[in-house]
């Protein structure tokens, strides 16, 4: 077992990686000394097929576990399935010793973090996440919420697990298109912070794509360590911790003008990512092959690397960039690279440039 551990004083807790893990959520929750009744929210794609074990392996433990089984997709994280979820915690009368355990990806973890954070004024929670996205980046750092129409996680807080355990096994079970999805998050954290991650991508991603559990384990584990060293510099995103966001700006706004339904997350960030390193490219002089590098292992990992909107929807994409929690004083700010493995963030980005470099058109003379 690989174990992380998120360093943040009193509110520290560890990311635990391995197989098997599903088995051991009860002993593991008994361990932190939790409160006997809990709540499991997840959805209707994993409660299914991981929800009864988890409610059984609670059970052993001395646990009282009820179930919340929500829409599967990103439309769930909205304040209707919000509400409904407080009603069910009230039914199943659950106190301010109670728990909340999220298990699925990364909606369901957004959406059990916020309700944790917020119901009885805020209750332990912990993640088993069962995707390669939540595994990797969604789970890690107290960051939960929800969306409104107007754009992505809108509303929201930070609240700390106590515990984020993440099962090998449950990614045997992803489609191959959530599981590529994930690699997004995954590329990302070698493009922010670790070249040397980049190259182990670019050569191990067949593997990769393999699902090869020894070489899974520890790429999930050092994006954890990543995630896990930037969080504990900056725990509520006052500065350092903007660096995660290399492409969603971008991509969060690409989700929010197709209604949630045409890209998953991690499909929307890499079309982010790429526009965004083609942005380095114009404002920071990121050498042209490491934005080859870049657009070429997306490709490889079966991701799009551009939306071919039109000239409506790229004025429609450009407004909703405008909604973005990271926009300060009606600047939208954007985090560049300066080369693979080290990037800035807080940069000011005029529209005019944001809206050539998402043209598809061939651009006349050097980027």
């Known amino acids: 077992m ?9 509110r520290s807790y560890d990311i ?3 197989t098997g893990l599903l088995a051991r959520v009860g002993r593991e929750c008994a361990r932190l000394g939790l409160s006997r009744r809990c709540a499991i929210i997840s959805d209707s794609n994993v409660a299914p097929r991981y929800g009864k074990a988890v409610q059984n392996t609670l059970a052993k433990a001395g646990f009282a576990p009820g179930l919340i089984t ?6 769930a994280k909205s304040i209707k399935t919000l509400a409904a979820c407080y009603d069910q915690l009230a039914a199943q009368r659950l106190e301010r010793k109670s728990f909340i355990l999220a298990l699925g990806g990364g909606v369901v973890g957004d959406l059990a973090g916020f309700v944790a954070a ?5 209750l332990p929670f912990v993640q088993v996440p069962t995707t390669l996205l939540a595994q990797v980046d969604s789970s890690v750092g107290g960051k939960v919420g929800l969306n409104l129409r107007a754009g992505k996680n809108l509303v929201g807080a930070f609240h700390q697990p106590r515990l984020v355990l993440c099962d090998l096994d449950t990614l045997s079970s992803l489609p191959m298109r959530e599981y590529r999805a994930g690699l997004a998050e995954v590329i990302k954290y070698g493009i922010i912070y670790d070249a040397r991650l980049f190259e182990q991508l670019e050569r191990d991603l067949p593997k990769l794509l393999q699902r090869d559990p020894r070489v899974l384990g520890a790429v999930v584990a050092r994006c954890c360590e990543i995630k896990a060293e930037v969080v504990r510099q900056d725990e509520t995103e006052t500065g350092l911790r903007a660096i995660l ?3 969603h700006t971008i991509g969060h706004a690409l989700e929010a003008i ?3 339904g045409k ?3 991690g499909e929307a960030i890499a079309i982010g990512q790429v526009a965004a390193a083609k942005l380095s490219a114009l404002l920071l002089q990121l050498p042209q092959t490491d934005v080859e590098r870049i657009e070429r292992l997306f490709q490889r990992a079966g991701l799009p690397t551009e939306a071919n909107l039109n000239t409506p929807a790229r004025q429609k994409l450009l407004a909703a960039m405008q909604l973005d929690k990271k926009v300060s004083d009606g600047e939208v700010k954007f985090v560049l690279a300066r080369r693979i493995g080290t990037v800035e963030f807080g940069h000011q980005v005029p529209m005019a440039v944001i809206e050539r ?5 061939p651009s006349t003379g050097n980027a």
């Open 118 to 122: 917020t119901y009885l004024r805020g």
């Open 245 to 247: 966001n290399f492409g």
């Open 258 to 260: 197709s209604h949630y």
């Open 2 to 10: 690989r174990i992380v551990k998120v360093s943040l004083g009193s």
């Open 16 to 18: 635990k990686i391995s």
């Open 357 to 361: 470099t998402l043209n598809p058109q």
């Open 263 to 265: 890209y998953l997350h």
């Open 70 to 75: 929500l829409p599967a997709g990103e439309t």
